[in-house]
């Protein structure tokens, strides 16, 4: 049997890892969809849910992956049939990995297309053409970005590419210094962001839309979105917090830094949506405007700020560094399932998967303008489905399993050993696993699939695409443990 290669422990500090982990948490999905799917949802109500999955959900299913990524030394296909080798379960359990691999690049096909939004951004505002913008500027300059295809293509391309080189240098090359200076940064503009806000006659307004929750407006639909965002915004469900996991050596507490990635993570999301919020109603705008939300906001804060041309363009860019630390993540465990099982090296792996994240990428582009009335999932466009999908499906069913693998399949003496957590956290944290974090994410899914035909038809599809995956992939897995020789 040849040996598969394993993942070894590479984070040189609890702190890198934690900067790593936090890069991959805070992204995006904090800054820029975390405010507009609570507009779209209604805001307080919506805002309380999400905080639940997050603390009851989120946290202990971000520790079990870490986990179980740590035990299984390996991508994360490898990492869950070494696992269920051990624990002499169903090799079937390889699937949760190769699900995630999946996941990860479909969700990064249109990660990077948004992200090159922040970077046509940047380039604009240190051009200075974003100086005392008013909002119906700033909406007619965005529409206009969207309606041109090149200019999305060109930009989805740029964060491709400069995706790409970071990963094929491995994950630690450069990356640690960029985020060891960005991560406080960018907490710094927010800080100045929400000094600013809290001056405005509209922080009122924005603090009652997000904290004040009203039920009548909250439907299944909108539990299902806050649930599933609690897993895209916190990384989990996908294997990326499972590769990292991997590089994490045995001394280091998984659950210390679980809990600063997750309070990161939820500040800068709340911090994001106040300052957005207080623009919004000092300026009669939508709260429900869509995924354009962040990019017809926060322009006319800055060009109100003094400093703010300077802010601004920092911001921007700000954003797309948050955005490549995620985007890294996402395609990190399945250029480590190709580099690996495949026997391709980094370079070709990361170059093969490039391409073909580039290309589905075209699909989101091309949904803010020639498709925008072409609908894939019943009136969604290709990016609104590939966002449902992943994020509202796979990346909660996937949380789920690694709930139920690492509460029912893996032993409680395992389990200590790798958390060390006190007696009383412990039993906290595997009864969290076996009931409330599989419970509620079927209780949410069921209810929406109850109501909702095309739901159940989208279910059952995914389920048959991975499962055919599987099999194709079979006999890549070894499935004997490989002696840890490293
Ligand atoms: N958590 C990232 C964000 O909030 C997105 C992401 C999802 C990254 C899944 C990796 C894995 O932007």
Redesign the pocket.
């Known amino acids: 049997m040849s040996a598969i290669k394993l993942s070894k422990p590479q984070w040189s500090s609890q702190r890198i890892f934690i900067l790593a982990a936090v890069g991959?948490?805070?992204?995006?999905?904090?800054i820029w969809?975390f405010p507009y799917i609570a507009g779209e949802n209604g805001g307080g109500a919506f805002v309380l849910v999400y905080l639940l999955c997050v603390a009851l959900i989120g946290l202990p299913v971000l520790m079990a992956e870490i986990g179980l990524g740590r035990m299984g030394k390996a991508n994360p296909p490898q990492a869950m049939a070494n696992l269920a080798a051990d624990f002499r379960a169903s090799p079937l359990w390889a699937l949760v990995g190769l699900a995630g691999v999946l996941a990860?690049l479909l969700?990064l096909s249109f990660?990077t297309v948004i992200a090159g939004w922040a970077m046509d951004y940047f380039v604009q505002s240190a051009m200075g053409h974003f100086r005392g913008i008013n909002s119906e500027q700033v909406g007619d300059y965005f529409d206009g970005l969207l309606a041109n295809p090149w200019a999305l293509l060109f930009w989805h391309t740029v964060m491709v590419a400069l995706t790409l080189a970071i990963v094929a240098k491995g994950v630690k090359g450069g990356l640690e210094k960029a985020l060891n200076l960005m991560m406080p940064l960018l907490f710094l503009i927010l800080l100045i962001l929400l000094g600013w806000s809290v001056a405005q006659a509209s922080f009122q307004d924005s603090l009652r839309f997000l904290f004040a929750p009203d039920f009548s407006k909250l439907t299944w639909e909108a539990v299902l979105v806050a649930m599933g965002h609690a897993f895209?915004?916190?990384?989990i469900g996908?294997g990326?917090m499972m590769v990292y996991g991997s590089y994490l050596p045995k001394r280091y507490s998984i659950g210390k830094a679980a809990v600063w990635i997750v309070l990161a993570d939820t500040l800068v999301a709340l911090l994001a949506g106040v300052i957005i919020f207080t623009v919004v109603f000092g300026n009669g705008l939508a709260a429900g405007a869509g995924p354009g939300l962040l990019f017809q906001t926060l322009p006319v804060a800055f060009g109100q700020m003094s400093g703010g041309w300077f802010w601004g363009t920092l911001f921007f860019f700000l954003v797309v560094l948050a955005?490549l630390s995620?985007a890294i993540?996402?395609i990190e465990p399945a250029v480590s399932w190709v580099e690996q099982n495949w026997r391709i090296s980094r370079v070709k792996a990361t170059g093969l998967l490039g391409a073909l994240v580039w290309l589905l990428g075209i699909g989101t582009v091309l949904s803010f303008n020639v498709w925008a009335n072409v609908h894939f999932l019943p009136g969604k466009t290709f990016f609104d489905s590939l966002d449902f999908i992943t994020a509202n499906i796979m990346?909660p069913l996937g949380g789920m399993l690694i709930a139920v693998f690492m509460a029912w399949v893996v032993s409680d003496r395992q389990r200590q050993a790798e958390f060390r957590l006190m007696p009383g956290l412990d039993a906290a944290f595997k009864w969290d696993l076996r009931l409330i974090a599989p419970v509620g994410v079927l209780i949410v899914f069921a209810s929406n699939l109850a109501s909702d035909v095309w739901q159940q038809v989208v279910a059952v599809g995914v389920a048959l695409v991975l499962y055919a995956l599987y099999v194709y992939n079979r006999s890549r897995f070894n499935l004997y443990r490989v002696a840890d020789k490293s």
């Open positions: 991959s948490a805070v992204g995006l999905g904090n969809k990860g969700i990660y895209f915004t916190l990384s996908m990326a955005a995620s993540s996402l990346l």
